[in-house]
């Protein structure tokens, strides 16, 4: 009789075990991740963004010039500023060139010159300072405009890819007024440096 109940007892214990093992079995299938759904991907390419251009550069090749009425002729009238003595009616001419690069789909820029004009005595005794701007088939830009109030942008807006070359003309006079006397004699002026900023409007 003991000899039944020690096997009964085995028995029972070995089904119990087999019972608390399944149960864990399960629990690990139902809560763990032993096995997938399915699931892809893919990849879109980026591509390289360029950035456009923004440039204005002088020609570095000034000259000055007489183009008084009645200048005395000489080799396309070529002069030297520091050398030339101006005389009231005179007028002498500096001539340089702008060269002006964009690139951009949609890009817009515009022009301004800056300068604080021509200043000294014989400003003070009149002489002035105007210039004009050109592009290279000559259209005018804009034309004798003060030097003094140079601040503003030029009336022309440059729209997407564009490289040309302008043509900057500025002209000092000394005027011939009516009862002058010696004013402005052995007097000096100077024509301070043009500044031409180009600059993105949109």
């Known amino acids: 009789m003991n000899t ?17 093992a399944g149960a864990l079995g399960f629990g690990l299938l139902a809560g763990g991740t032993t096995f997938a759904l399915w699931s892809d991907d893919a990849t879109m390419d980026g591509g390289t963004i360029n950035a456009g251009t923004l440039d204005v550069s002088t020609g570095g090749d000034r000259t000055w010039h007489d183009v008084s009425d009645g200048a005395a002729p000489t080799a396309d009238n070529v002069i030297d500023p520091a050398n030339f003595l ?42 002035t300072a105007d210039y004009t701007v050109k592009t290279a088939s000559g259209a005018v830009i804009a034309q004798d405009k003060s030097l003094a109030d140079a601040t503003a942008f030029l009336p022309r807006t440059i ?13 000092v006079e000394f005027p011939d007024v009516p009862n002058q006397d010696q004013v402005g004699i052995n007097t000096q002026a100077v024509l301070d440096g043009l500044a031409f900023k180009l600059e993105q409007v949109r």
Do not use: C, F, W
């Not at 039944?4 to 075990?17: E, P, V």
């Open 86 to 127: 101006i005389v009231p009616g005179d007028t002498i001419q500096l001539t340089d060139h702008l060269t002006i690069e964009t690139k951009g789909d949609n890009i817009k820029a515009k022009l301004s010159v800056v300068s604080d004009g021509l200043t000294g005595a014989l400003a003070d005794a009149g002489a």
């Open 159 to 171: 729209s997407g890819a564009h490289t040309g070359t302008y043509t900057i003309e500025v002209d």
């Open 4 to 20: 039944t109940t020690r096997t009964n007892k085995g028995t029972m214990s070995k089904a119990t075990k087999g019972v608390v």
